[in-house]
């Protein structure tokens, strides 16, 4: 079987048709008024919600699918015959997203006389997704495969949590972090090759380097930190629900929370989002986000972390971005549609994605990016 990528960089015959449609709703408030004739936010913060409640919002909006859709269930270990069934899905979904470590000796070939430069997720990219979020920690392996990558490549983490808890999670200096979906980026100022851009802030990290700070949505922390407080008292009583303030988005996480109790939390975040037009929700694995409306996602992240670096020509530069969650999606479909370099879709289980290629988790990401470094290594032999 032929296991290279049929729609590489500079094939003109790439498929385009396999995005997955947004689950972003803009404007929550715009979608569904209460039928009561009041608002059911004011509603719901003056009687205590009981299991049970309201839930035709989050059901009509299309919520609870996305919910559902966003958070495949884990594979199931025993072999029998349904098992078989997926194994076959999942190797023919792999015809459409081949392996990048099949696919390597293809992606080198592409990056001839091309400089490399590496995009990370962190959850489920890196680390293992976790029943706690603050236990998503990366393997020792991982830390000095990721340490070795940046050493030859300028690499960048760019995560859904905040820049400060992604860089304390990976705590690699040698890293360009870009927090919030993109929207809290932090490097260096002496890797600041361009600096033309309204949004920049000089600062000193925790360690007293300058560093140069990129946050187009820094006007929205106040209302993020009032979302936040609000989102943990209408949660606090859901067994397992757990609210966590990113600084430039606020995350409800129901990994731990009963299925039946999935309508009630979302109802609640609903009700909560109602009263904030200028906020907006996505969909994580197993987490509602809720994060500011502006113009800006993980793939406008790259493109600006490329021309912040003097990295934009596409013609000697060679992005490649490895990510599992749907916000990833914005970067791969960056990456495609410029024909410039590869997304891989950390996934083992089938779904669709405007990535290239696959890798089935974070074991294979290692691999493969210990497979970069001992290119590398023999190139400069
Ligand atoms: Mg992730």
Known sequence: MDSSPNNC?????????SGNASLVLADPVAINQSRLGFHLSVFTRLIPK???????????????????????????????????????????????????LKS??????????????????YDGTLSPIVDDPNRAFMSFDMRSAVKSVAKYFPTAIIS????????????????????????????????????????????????????????????????INEVFRTLVEVTKDIRGALVENHKFCTSVHYRNVDEKNWPIIAQRVYDVLKDYPRLRLTHGRKVLEVRPV???DKGK????????????????????????????????????????????????????SKALLSLRDTLEVKDFLKSLVSWKEQMIK
């Open 9 to 17: 960089i500079n094939c003109e015959e790439m498929d385009l048709s």
């Open 301 to 352: 992240a790259v493109k600006f972390l490329l021309q912040s670096l003097g990295l934009s020509n596409s013609d000697d530069v060679l992005p490649i971005y490895i990510g599992d969650d749907r916000t990833d999606e914005d970067a791969f479909t960056v990456l495609r549609e410029g024909k410039h370099g590869y997304g891989i879709l950390v996934s083992s289980v089938p779904k669709e």
């Open 160 to 223: 859904g949590r905040s820049c400060d808890k992604v860089y304390e999670l990976v705590g690699l200096t040698e890293l360009f972090y870009a927090g919030s979906h993109g929207i809290d980026i932090m490097f260096p100022a002496k890797d600041t090759m361009s600096i033309n851009h309204t949004n920049y802030i000089q600062s000193i990290d925790k360690q007293g380097k300058d560093v140069n700070l990129f946050q187009p949505a820094r006007e929205f922390i106040p209302m």
């Open 50 to 100: 009981k299991k049970g409640g309201k839930v035709d919002d989050v059901r009509s909006n299309g919520w609870l699918d996305a919910m559902q859709s966003s958070s495949p269930p884990r594979k199931r270990v025993v072999k029998d015959v349904a098992s078989d069934d997926s194994d076959l899905v999942y190797f023919s979904w792999k015809l459409k997203y081949p392996s990048a």
């Open 104 to 121: 390597f000796d293809h992606i080198i070939n592409c990056a001839h006389n091309k400089k490399i430069v590496i995009f990370l997720d």
């Open 294 to 296: 502006i113009d800006w």
